[in-house]
């Protein structure tokens, strides 16, 4: 089973190789935010919640989204693998995930960081907020975002370094070309 992580700030190109990737592997996306949105618009109880965290610009308390996580995986026993995308965002989820893969007998195989500055990332957004008109997109929350990933996300990284499945990549570039990259070390792991 390919299981992949992609890391990245907001706006590093995540969602949009994501689908390539899926495409090209025939892998389950399990995007943390393509699920609270979803909670959200259903108006769940837990999308209510989610809603308002994600409003303040703050992160969904690990307990909810790792329950949420796993019961996406559970929906999908006969998949060929899956794309995490904005997911685990702290040692502790990298944790428990790493021990949820391992009780369904699997593991993650292959952590990819897309690499972007910030200049770009808040390019990328401005234009995708025009476009999509994402509440999370919003100036405010941007910033607040960014900092989280620089200040807090990024420390997962090592975390997988340290397993030996970590690669970077150079997020900024054509799209082609950035998928290439990821499709070669995929392809030798």
Not at 65 to 69: C, D, E, N, R, V
């Given at each position: 089973m390919l299981n992949l992580?992609?890391?990245?700030?907001?706006?590093?190109?995540?969602g949009t190789q994501s689908q390539k990737l899926i495409d090209k592997y025939q892998l389950v996306h399990v995007s943390t935010g393509d699920i609270f949105r979803a909670h959200i618009q259903n108006q769940t109880a837990l999308g209510k919640q989610v809603s308002q965290i994600i409003a303040d610009g703050n992160l969904v308390p690990d307990s909810i989204?790792?329950?949420?996580?796993e019961e996406e995986v559970k929906k999908?026993?006969?998949?060929?693998?899956?794309i995490f995308d904005g997911f685990p965002r702290t040692?502790?989820?990298?944790?428990?995930?790493?021990?949820?893969?391992?009780?369904?007998?699997?593991s993650i195989s292959?952590?990819?960081?897309?690499?972007?500055?910030?200049?770009?990332?808040?390019?990328?957004?401005?234009?995708?907020?025009?476009?999509?008109?994402?509440?999370?997109d919003a100036a405010d929350k941007l910033v607040k975002r960014i900092d989280e990933y620089f200040t807090k996300t990024i420390h997962?990284?090592?975390?997988?370094?340290?397993?030996?499945?970590?690669?970077?990549?150079?997020?900024?570039?054509d799209i082609d070309f950035i998928f290439g990259e990821l499709t070669a070390i995929i392809d030798n792991y």
């Open positions: 992580v992609i890391f990245g700030p907001p706006g590093a190109g995540k989204t790792i329950a949420m996580l999908n026993p006969e998949a060929k693998g899956f040692v502790a989820q990298a944790e428990a995930l790493d021990e949820f893969l391992t009780g369904i007998n699997s292959v952590v990819i960081a897309l690499d972007v500055n910030e200049d770009e990332l808040k390019t990328r957004i401005a234009k995708r907020q025009e476009i999509s008109g994402r509440a999370d997962v990284l090592p975390y997988y370094e340290a397993q030996g499945k970590l690669s970077k990549v150079n997020g900024i570039g």
